[in-house]
């Protein structure tokens, strides 16, 4: 018998070539759609029963079995409760990598062992290798796509169980494939939105969870330029949306978010990209979680992302007595936040990482 082989399919191109590459290879296929979070899924900004229908057209042409299981309960508990937390004491967390440790290679995993599987699939453009008796996490061969940075809590467990089928793949050779096997997800475009919530206005969304407080919007010199609506609405480096679009004193130049005064309530703002104030050549992580199971040697070659779109940063680490990790560049990276992951890199090799402090 062949193995069985449960996919996390979304309703998007990547998941549903996953399911086709697998089932062309001869696994025992079964599709797998998760349903987590139920708070106002009318359809207007949650695409679920969009994406179940197109899940299912998916199925029908490939000719495997199709299951709904619904992880809204856990979503709440294991990742929504934490991004409130984070968002209330001022940091801008990172929904995508919890949602993946937590529901996507935990409850998911979970549920497709009960299924009789041994392991699970994802369209997530990422690989897996096994070397010495260990998984390692590699980049994934389209360096635009590569998603490990999101992948980068993932454990020995999780990624022994889990395959990637687009890791070698560049996105549009999975658009080519959708497209000739006939799937009416080829041209469908990605989601962009929040982890299983979806793309809607996120200020209206927060407020209706969170308590909005207004307070002063200052430059480092302490100079009121306007107010700000809630702290927990601004991250730093933002440029728009700040509400300084039309004032241009002092240098002329466009206002970014350089810090936030958690107990004076002012959100400090500095006109510039080059900014002194916006730019950072070290940093501290907690909440560590490493790939191997254990804390890398550190080396200085190993470079790290301090945001998903950022160009890898030469530096080396050092871990502290609390169990905590500096970090040192080579050189200064821009807008490192509070709540973003510090991602740790040897070449293609993720190590692991953590929460900026």
Same mark, same amino acid.
């Given at each position: 018998?062949?193995? /069985? ?33 139920? &708070?106002?899924?009318?359809? +207007? ?10 899940? $299912? ?44 440790? +937590? ?6 995993? &979970? ?7 041994? /392991?699970? *699939? ?8 096994? /070397?010495?008796? =260990?998984? +390692? ?32 793949? @560049?996105?549009?050779?999975?658009? $080519? ?11 469908? =475009? ?21 308590? =909005? ?24 480096? @933002? ?40 730019? /950072?050549?070290?940093?501290? *992580? ?25 160009? &890898? ?45």
């Amino acid at each position: 018998m062949s193995e /069985r082989i449960v996919v996390g399919m979304s309703g998007g191109v990547d998941s549903s070539v996953a399911a086709l590459l697998l089932k062309r290879a001869g696994f025992e296929v079964i599709g797998l759609f998760m349903k987590n979070w139920e &708070d106002d899924d009318d359809g +207007e900004y949650c695409s679920t029963r969009e994406d179940l229908v197109d899940v $299912a057209s998916v199925a029908d042409v490939l000719g495997i079995e199709l299951e709904v299981v619904n992880f809204a309960q856990a979503y709440r508990e294991r990742v929504f409760s934490e991004f409130l937390r984070e968002y209330s004491a001022g940091r801008t967390p990172n929904p995508d990598v919890l949602c993946n440790a +937590e529901i996507k290679f935990r409850a998911f995993l &979970d549920h497709a062992i009960s299924m009789g599987a041994q /392991r699970i *699939a994802t369209g997530h453009y990422a690989q897996v290798r096994e /070397r010495g008796g =260990r998984f +390692e996490l590699l980049r994934a061969g389209d360096t635009q796509k590569d998603q490990s940075y999101f992948l980068h809590r993932l454990n020995q467990q999780q990624l022994s169980r889990t395959l990637f089928p687009l890791g070698d793949l @560049q996105k549009p050779a999975v658009r $080519a494939l959708a497209r000739e096997a006939g799937l009416a997800v080829h041209a469908k =475009r990605d989601s962009t939105g929040i982890c299983f919530i979806g793309e809607r206005p996120f200020r209206e969304f927060l407020n209706r969870y969170l308590p =909005r407080s207004p307070g002063l919007m200052r430059t480092p010199e302490g100079i009121t330029v306007g107010e700000h609506i809630g702290l927990m609405f601004y991250t730093l480096g @933002q440029r728009k949306g700040i509400g300084l679009g039309g004032q241009r004193e002092g240098t002329g130049l466009p206002w970014y978010v350089a810090h936030k005064d958690m107990a004076r309530n002012e959100l400090i703002v500095v006109q510039g990209h080059e900014h002194p104030l916006l730019w /950072r050549d070290s940093l501290l *992580a907690a909440d560590l979680a490493w790939v191997a199971g254990e804390a890398p040697v550190p080396h200085p070659a190993d470079s790290a992302k301090t945001r998903y779109r950022q160009t &890898d940063g030469a530096c080396s680490i050092a871990l502290q007595a609390d169990g905590a990790c500096a970090a040192q560049f080579a050189t200064a990276q821009w807008a490192v936040t509070p709540g973003q992951s510090f991602v740790l890199y040897n070449g293609p090799v993720c190590l692991g990482g953590g929460v900026i402090q």
